[in-house]
T-cell receptor, first 111, second 113 residues
Framework: AQSVSQHNHHVILSEAASLELGCNYSYGGTVNLFWYVQYPGQHLQLLLKYFSGDPLVKGIKGFEAEFIKSKFSFNLRKPSVQWSDTAEYFCAVIGASKIIFGSGTRLSIRP | DTGVSQDPRHKITKRGQNVTFRCDPISEHNRLYWYRQTLGQGPEFLTYFQNEAQLEKSRLLSDRFSAERPKGSFSTLEIQRTEQGDSAMYLC???????????FGSGTRLTVV
């Protein structure tokens, strides 16, 4: 069955620190991957997506993610976080007919 | 507003009552999805429509849950005989095709007391 694992439930960083959030997927078919973000009190928004081609995908707000097929991973990165990046981040994979989400990682930024 | 709209934003109901939520997707999107999200968890798939056809229902969806999309535009999700375990955020999303990802609404927060 398709699944997504996010092992970091809560990450706390200081402003300007670098960020990497882990995501591992399990899916036997063609892999299409997403990162979504949910800011406090707001709806889910698409950060970036991978379908094919360059495994390094750039998204909005300075985020990027790297698809590593051999490791079944799609980690999210940002070189320097800001307080406004405080949010919940969800990795997701397209299954047979719908998107399957991980359990999310809560990111807290210390000013 | 050209995004996905959900109504109501909040619903408090007594156990055993029926509730109905509405979702208005982006008009050009033929695919509509319902998800449920509880605190500390990612969204869980409930059901999916392509135009007016309901193509998939999750095993999580008991017989008390029903969804419709009568004209291929807006959708309703009804929960009959609500239970405390139904308390959650119910999310609607629409999409013109999976490769584009989904656009989510703000959700309806259900509290069953």
């Amino acid at each position: 069955a398709q699944s997504v694992s996010q092992h970091n439930h809560h990450v706390i960083l200081s402003e300007a620190a670098s960020l990497e959030l882990g995501c591992n997927y399990s899916y036997g078919g063609t892999v299409n991957l997403f990162w979504y973000v949910q800011y406090p009190g707001q709806h889910l928004q698409l950060l970036l997506k991978y379908f094919s081609g360059d495994p390094l995908v750039k998204g909005i707000k300075g985020f990027e993610a790297e698809f590593i097929k051999s490791k079944f991973s799609f980690n999210l990165r940002k070189p320097s976080v800001q307080w406004s990046d405080t949010a919940e981040y969800f990795c997701a994979v397209i299954g047979a007919s719908k998107i399957i989400f991980g359990s999310g990682t809560r990111l807290s930024i210390r000013p | 507003d050209t995004g996905v709209s959900q109504d109501p934003r909040h619903k408090i109901t007594k156990r055993g009552q029926n509730v109905t939520f509405r979702c208005d997707p982006i008009s050009e999107h033929n695919r509509l999805y319902w998800y449920r999200q509880t605190l500390g968890q990612g969204p869980e798939f409930l059901t999916y429509f392509q135009n007016e056809a309901q193509l998939e229902k999750s095993r999580l969806l008991s017989d008390r849950f029903s969804a419709e999309r009568p004209k291929g535009s807006f959708s309703t999700l009804e929960i009959q005989r609500t239970e405390q375990g139904d308390s959650a955020m119910y999310l609607c999303a629409s999409s013109p095709g999976q490769i584009y990802g989904y656009t989510f609404g703000s959700g309806t927060r259900l509290t069953v007391v």
